[in-house]
C-alpha cells in the first residue's frame, strides 16, 4: 500500500533539485572543474579520474533516487529504487577507481629482456593483477605484445601507439598520437610463484615495469554486477512506473565497466571522459531495453494499489 502521509519540505525540496536544473548542472561544473584543475597541472592524473568517476556516480545516484521521493510511490517500490540507487553508485565508481588510483603495489619490478625473472614476496598468490608499463620508441606507431609465465595461466598483453586525426583549419586534418604504454592484466599465482618475461615482441626504449595489485573482484565479477544492477533498476522501474531508474542505472554501470577494463593511471582522465559519452548511450539504451522487458513482468503494484493512488 503507497505512504500517503504528507511529505517533510525536505523531501519536497530534495525532489525539486533533482527534477531541475540545479543537479545536472552543478555535475558539469565540478566535473569541469576536475578537468580544469588537471589540465593546469593542479591535479594528477589518478585523482582526477577519481573525481570525475564520483562525480558522475552520485550525480547518476540521485537522478535515480527522484523516482521514490514520491508520495505515492509504494514501500517496496521505494525500497527497490534506493537499493538500485545504492548498487549504481557502487558499480559505478569502484571498478572506475580501483583501476586509476590502485593504490601501493604488493611488489614491483623492471624486467629488460626475456628471462628476466620477478621474484615475489612469500604470501602473494591468489587473485592478482598486473599493471605492465612498456615505454614505446620516439615516432611510428610501434606495437609491443609481452608473456609473463610464473601464473595459473601466462599473463599475456599488449600495448601500443595510435594515431587519430582531428580538424586543423577550415579543410585541413592534423594527425594526433596517443601512447596506451600501459594496461592492465588479471590473473591467478599459485603460492610461491615467480614471474618470468617469456616473451617481448616489438619495439621498446626500456625496460618493462611490472607492479601487482590484489584483485578482488576479477573481471567478469564486474559485469555480473553491473547485469544485476540493471536487472534490479529495470524492476524497481517497473514497480514504482515512472522515472528513468533503469536508463540512468544502466549509464552508471557502463560508465564503471568502460573505465574499470580500460583505464590505467595513466589514462585516468581521458578514458573517464569518453566512457561519460559513450557510457551514457550504450548503458541509456541497454537500460531502456532492460527496462522495457521488466515491465511485462509480474513486478507492478497490485490493481487495488494502483486505484488506491488514483
Known amino acids: 500500500m503507497p505512504d500517503l502521509s504528507a511529505p517533510s519540505s525536505f523531501a519536497l525540496w530534495l525532489e525539486e533539485a533533482l527534477t531541475g536544473w540545479i543537479l545536472p548542472v552543478a555535475a558539469l561544473l565540478l566535473a569541469a572543474a576536475c578537468w580544469g584543475a588537471y589540465a593546469l597541472g593542479w591535479l594528477p592524473e589518478g585523482p582526477a579520474g ?26 517496496a517500490g521505494r525500497t527497490l529504487t534506493l537499493v538500485a ?14 583501476s586509476v588510483l590502485p593504490g601501493t603495489p604488493l611488489a614491483e619490478a623492471e624486467l629488460a629482456k626475456v628471462g628476466d625473472v620477478m621474484p615475489l614476496p612469500a604470501g602473494v598468490d591468489g587473485r592478482v593483477r598486473l599493471l605492465v608499463h612498456a615505454p614505446l620508441p620516439q615516432g611510428g606507431t610501434p606495437e609491443v605484445q609481452f608473456r609473463l609465465a610464473g601464473g595459473v595461466a601466462p599473463f599475456e598483453g599488449q600495448v601500443e601507439r595510435t594515431i587519430s586525426y582531428a580538424r586543423a583549419g577550415r579543410s585541413g586534418r592534423a594527425a594526433i598520437a596517443r601512447d596506451h604504454a600501459d594496461v592492465w592484466v588479471h590473473g591467478s599465482l599459485p603460492a610461491g610463484a615467480t614471474l618470468k618475461l617469456d616473451r617481448l615482441s616489438g619495439p621498446v626504449a626500456g625496460p618493462l615495469h611490472v607492479a601487482v595489485f590484489p584483485d578482488y573482484v576479477p573481471p567478469v565479477g564486474h559485469w555480473l554486477l553491473a547485469l544485476a544492477v540493471l536487472a534490479l533498476a529495470a524492476i524497481a522501474e517497473a514497480r514504482v512506473g515512472k522515472g528513468n531508474v533503469a536508463a540512468l542505472a544502466g549509464m552508471a554501470v557502463a560508465f564503471g565497466l568502460l573505465v574499470g577494463l580500460n583505464a590505467t593511471p595513466a589514462t585516468a582522465v581521458g578514458t573517464s571522459l569518453g566512457a561519460v559519452l ?24 497490485a490493481p487495488e494499489t494502483e486505484l488506491r493512488e488514483e
Do not use: E
Open 50 to 75: 577519481v573525481l570525475i568517476a564520483i562525480v558522475f556516480a552520485l550525480t547518476l545516484g540521485l537522478l535515480v533516487v527522484r523516482a521514490a521521493l514520491a508520495p505515492s510511490v509504494d514501500p
Open 85 to 98: 540507487a545504492a548498487l549504481a553508485v557502487l558499480a559505478c565508481a569502484v571498478p572506475a577507481i580501483a
Open 278 to 301: 559513450l557510457g551514457g548511450l550504450g548503458g541509456a539504451l541497454a537500460g531502456g531495453l532492460a527496462a522495457l522487458l521488466a515491465k511485462l513482468g509480474p513486478w507492478r503494484p
